[in-house]
């Protein structure tokens, strides 16, 4: 069974940088597609999707709200995603998920199996 682990969230200024981490483990992390969703507050049915990988790291998408702010990258060895967040703005607190499926993206979070727990980001204006 497959568990995903995000860490990395918490209360950051308006304006600065924070670096989201998603360890996977019990499944075989080179052959997964990662994405990053988030949900904000009062929008618990829906997941907006934020920045995906696909399994061997030369194709990436971005989410159109975090374009040329947020960046995501793998680390294979360390079954790692992460997302590095500049320039955090009021817009961007939610809970942050990362999720996997096989292989290749897709910004359709029903388009993924497996789903961490989460972590929050916070930005004070």
């Known amino acids: 069974q497959v568990h995903l682990g995000e860490s990395g969230g918490g209360l950051v200024q308006r304006g600065g940088s924070l670096k989201l981490s998603c360890v996977v483990s019990g499944g075989a992390f080179a052959d997964y597609a990662m994405a990053w969703f988030r949900q904000a507050p009062g929008k618990e049915r829906e997941r907006e999707f934020v920045a995906s990988i696909n399994f061997s790291g030369n194709g990436k998408h971005d989410g159109d709200a975090v374009k040329g702010r947020f960046t995501i990258s793998r680390h294979d060895v360390l079954n790692t995603v992460y997302l590095h967040m500049d320039r955090l703005h009021p817009e961007d607190p939610a809970r942050y998920y990362c999720?996997?499926?096989?292989?290749?993206?897709?910004?359709?979070?029903?388009?993924?199996?497996?789903w961490g727990q989460g972590t929050q980001v916070t930005v004070s204006s």
């Open positions: 999720a996997s499926r096989s292989y290749y993206e897709d910004p359709n979070p029903d388009a993924y199996a497996s």
